[in-house]
């Protein structure tokens, strides 16, 4: 079992940044692919960002990329969200995500979440 709990988010004017934490406990985290999801009121739960557990393998969704940087620190057991020139699309429940990846045949990286957190609100205003 791991156990995540979500932390930095807030109410942001657009343009603005955030930095979300995601602090791990439980099973080692540094044998643990990290990812961040995303669910804004009405619509599916979105993937983000991932990062995988030794070389830092990365990996964005297209409409955050450029402005989103994930990371984890493995001494502090956490995996972080930089996130930059938010925009009012950007609001949602963020959620944080201990699972596996994987490389694909076309050399992609990928990563499916088996252990969640409760979730952080991300509020970005016009």
């Known amino acids: 079992q791991v156990q995540l709990v979500e932390s930095g988010g807030g109410l942001v004017q657009a343009g603005g940044s955030l930095r979300l934490s995601c602090a791990a406990s439980?099973?080692?985290?540094?044998?643990?692919?990290m990812g961040w999801f995303r669910q804004a009121p009405g619509k599916e739960r979105e993937f983000v960002a991932s990062i995988s557990r030794s070389v830092g393998r990365t990996s964005y969704a297209d409409s955050v990329k450029g402005r989103f940087t994930i990371s984890r620190d493995n001494a502090k057991n956490t995996v972080y969200l930089q996130m930059n020139s938010l925009k009012p699309e950007d609001t949602a429940v963020y959620y944080c995500?201990?699972?596996?990846?994987?490389?694909?045949?076309?050399?992609?990286?990928?990563?499916?979440?088996?252990?969640w957190g409760q979730g952080t609100q991300v509020t970005v205003s016009s």
């Open positions: 439980g099973r080692t985290f540094s044998s643990n692919d």
């Open positions: 995500a201990a699972g596996t990846g994987w490389v694909g045949v076309d050399n992609s990286y990928n990563f499916r979440p088996v252990y």
